[in-house]
């Protein structure tokens, strides 16, 4: 058995990663929140389409303790296997400007957003380097790179998942573990419900919102054996927004 970790699998981007990963072959770890319909869903679909059947971890990523006690009971539930490929995907936007933004805010999306690479990679990386063998992609956003107005938090958060990705690309490169980000641009999910997505694609070189597979197909590739050359990296998925 193959196992894949995704983080808030239960929706929008994190459901096309687990479709895509249940496609190659992994049994898929769908972590999410709170929405135990939409993580049923994501369990149903990659069930209907054949694909090794899914198991849900509820667990909330912000919490350090929550992390270490289900990843804890997980492994010792599955003595045969390992996670194999952690997509770090789990993620919240509350905007607003430096102005008004409340220091819960703050907190809320760096412990989530960034907080969550700590406390979910760590008690992942260790079988990883003993079994030599890994794959982590991380979800960053063209905010990360870029800094948007308005989201100095979310901004600050992406921006410090890529220089960790950087970081800790080097320090288990040799033990054939790889670590990658993927930043994507506009994607249509929950996420950006509420945004004005036709004034939006007019600044978009591509003209529309991206899809959660066409972010899902660039996690495909860092996740599998042929990508082990790439480490390190952020892959942007814009539309040519911002290059
Ligand atoms: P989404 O549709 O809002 O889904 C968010 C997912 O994260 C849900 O599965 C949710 O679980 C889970 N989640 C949120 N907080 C969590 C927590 N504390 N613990 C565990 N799971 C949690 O978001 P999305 O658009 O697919 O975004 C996925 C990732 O891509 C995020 O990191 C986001 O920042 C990034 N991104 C998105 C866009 C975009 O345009 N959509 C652009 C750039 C980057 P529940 O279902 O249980 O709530």
Not at 39 to 56: D, F, H, K, V, W
Not at 151 to 170: D, F, R, V
Request: proline content about 3%.
């Amino acid at each position: 058995m193959k196992y894949a970790l995704v983080t808030g699998g239960s929706r929008g981007i994190g459901r096309a990663v687990s479709l895509k990963l249940a496609a190659m072959g992994y049994t898929v770890v769908i972590n999410y929140a709170g929405n135990d319909a939409a993580a049923a869903e994501t369990q149903n679909l990659i069930r209907e389409a054949g694909y090794p059947e899914a198991e849900l971890l509820k667990f909330d990523v912000s919490s350090a303790e929550a992390c270490t006690e289900a990843i804890e009971k997980w492994q010792a539930a599955h003595t045969d296997g390992y996670i194999e490929v952690l997509v770090n995907n789990a993620g919240i936007r509350r905007d607003n400007l430096m102005l008004w933004m409340e220091q819960e805010d703050w907190l809320k999306v760096l412990n989530t957003n960034l907080g969550s690479f700590y406390n979910v990679t760590r008690p992942i990386v260790k079988p990883m380097l003993l079994k030599k063998y890994g794959r982590i992609i991380n979800m960053a956003s063209l905010s990360g790179q870029k800094g948007l107005p308005g989201q100095t938090n979310y901004s600050a958060a992406k921006g410090g998942l890529i220089a960790a990705t950087k970081a800790l690309a080097q320090e288990v490169a040799k033990k054939r573990v790889t670590v990658n980000a993927v930043a994507p641009g506009f994607v249509k999910t929950d996420m950006v419900e509420g945004l004005d997505e036709k004034a939006l694609s007019a600044q978009i070189p591509a003209g529309r919102f991206g899809t959660p597979e066409e972010v899902a197909a660039v996690v495909a590739f860092l996740a599998s054996p042929e990508a082990a050359y790439v480490n390190g990296e952020v892959i942007a998925v814009n539309g040519a927004l911002y290059t």
